[in-house]
Structure formats: structure tokens, C-alpha cells
């Protein structure tokens, strides 16, 4: 059964096309590319500008544990990092049959 990856973050609203252009040149394609990575799409709140979620879909724990051990998570880590006053905060979820 597919794990879903919720990461929400928060950055400054002044950041918010930076965080965005971040995300879509880099950290997505970084992680489509892992082996389990089923999908991976940040949506972007309408109500409170600068609030985020990066919805990935993976196969296994496994395949999340062996990406974030991995070189391509500390480099998103780097990037989140770089922007003023992101907040993440992480939670998994799976399906109720």
C-alpha cells in the first residue's frame, strides 16, 4: 500500500517565488527521480500566502528511508533551509481500505 508524504512549510511571503521556483526546477525533479517516488506535486494554500504542502506519493517506507539518507534530501534540506523563516513540519499517511 502507497505512503503519502505531507510536508507542510511555511515561508515569508516575500520568499514565496523563490520557494516556488526552487521547487519546481530542483527539489521536485529530485524527487521524482527516487526509486519509490510514485509522484510528487506542492500545492500552494490560496488562503495564506506562503504556506505550502509537498504531497509525494511512494511505494514503501523503505524507498523514504533510503531518499532521505540519500545526497538529493540534504540538498532540498539546504534549500529549505535558505529561505528566511521556512518551517516544515512532516506527516505520513496511508489509505483505509
Do not use: F
Not at 35 to 44: D, F, R, T
Amino acid at each position: 500500500m502507497p505512503i503519502v508524504r505531507l510536508i507542510h512549510v511555511n515561508v515569508d511571503p516575500s520568499q514565496a517565488a523563490d520557494a516556488e521556483r526552487i521547487w519546481k526546477e530542483d527539489c521536485g525533479p529530485r524527487m521524482l527521480a527516487q526509486k519509490g517516488c510514485k509522484s510528487e506535486q506542492l500545492l500552494k494554500c490560496m488562503e495564506t500566502p506562503g504556506e505550502y504542502i509537498s504531497y509525494a506519493e511512494w511505494e514503501s517506507q523503505e524507498d523514504i528511508d533510503r531518499y532521505r539518507e540519500g545526497e538529493d534530501h540534504q540538498t532540498i534540506q539546504t534549500h529549505a533551509r535558505a529561505l528566511q523563516g521556512a518551517r516544515a513540519v512532516v506527516k505520513r499517511y496511508e489509505a483505509i481500505d
